[in-house]
T-cell receptor
Framework: DAMVIQNPRYQVTQFGKPVTLSCSQT?????MYWYQQKSSQAPKLLFH???????NEADTPDNFQSRRPNTSFCFLDIRSPGLGDAAMYLC????????????FGPGTRLLVL | AQSVTQLGSHVSVSEGALVLLRCNYS??????LFWYVQYPNQGLQLLLK??????LVKGINGFEAEFKKSETSFHLTKPSAHMSDAAEYFC?????????????FGRGTSLIVHP
């Protein structure tokens, strides 16, 4: 089945220690998104890629970076995680940047000690 | 700017009862509207969406929603709740922004279904 895969499902890191979350997709979609979701809050868009074009949301902290080496993979790098970065991180894809259906992965829950 | 308001962080119903989850949006142009469901430890899954055309939209698992422009609403309903409907439900609105359509999500409504 075509899908969006996120690894790992749970990630524990230490305060200030860089961490990378990964996302892969078999849907061959052009757009990939990263969301941060905290408890009882709406998913918050961090950035998205349309093919190789990177689009950063204005309020995404500089501490968050992303890479998309090819169509299938996208990475979220947190350079110096703080306690406030503990959250669920959701990866999603859509075929095009229009008002398309988004397909979500199961998420990676990040814990910062 | 677009925004989405979901009234009620929790909605509790009995099995077999009507489900009504409320969503209001603010937008100066016709929006594209979505409902997603999130089961525990899973990602979001599309229930239904409104783009153009018929204002009553039918989705999966017996859910439907009606776009009411005059009320700026897109409420989600299901005639008879099932235990398996217990989940978090998110309403989202999508508007054009620099060539892309970026969705804005509401805070979610947790649906609790009692036996």
């Amino acid at each position: 089945d075509a899908m969006v895969i996120q690894n790992p499902r749970y990630q524990v890191t230490q305060f200030g220690k860089p961490v990378t979350l990964s996302c892969s997709q078999t849907l061959n979609h052009n757009v990939m998104y990263w969301y941060q979701q905290k408890s009882s809050q709406a998913p918050k868009l961090l950035f998205h890629y349309y093919d190789k074009d990177f689009n950063n949301e204005a309020d995404t902290p500089d501490n968050f970076q992303s890479r998309r080496p090819n169509t299938s993979f996208c990475f979220l790098d947190i350079r110096s995680p703080g306690l406030g970065d503990a959250a669920m991180y959701l990866c999603a894809t859509s075929r095009d940047p229009g008002p398309e259906t988004q397909y979500f992965g199961p998420g990676t829950r990040l814990l910062v000690l | 700017a677009q925004s989405v308001t979901q009234l009620g962080s929790h909605v509790s119903v009995s099995e077999g009862a009507l489900v009504l989850l409320r969503c209001n949006y603010s937008s100066s142009v016709p929006p594209y509207l979505f409902w997603y469901v999130q089961y525990p430890n899973q990602g979001l899954q599309l229930l239904l969406k409104y783009t153009t055309g018929a204002t009553l939209v039918k989705g999966i698992n017996g859910f439907e929603a009606e776009f009411k422009k005059s009320e700026t609403s897109f409420h989600l309903t299901k005639p008879s709740a099932h235990m398996s409907d217990a989940a978090e439900y998110f309403c989202a609105v999508s508007l054009a922004s620099g060539g892309s359509y970026i969705p804005t999500f509401g805070r979610g409504t947790s649906l609790i279904v009692h036996p």
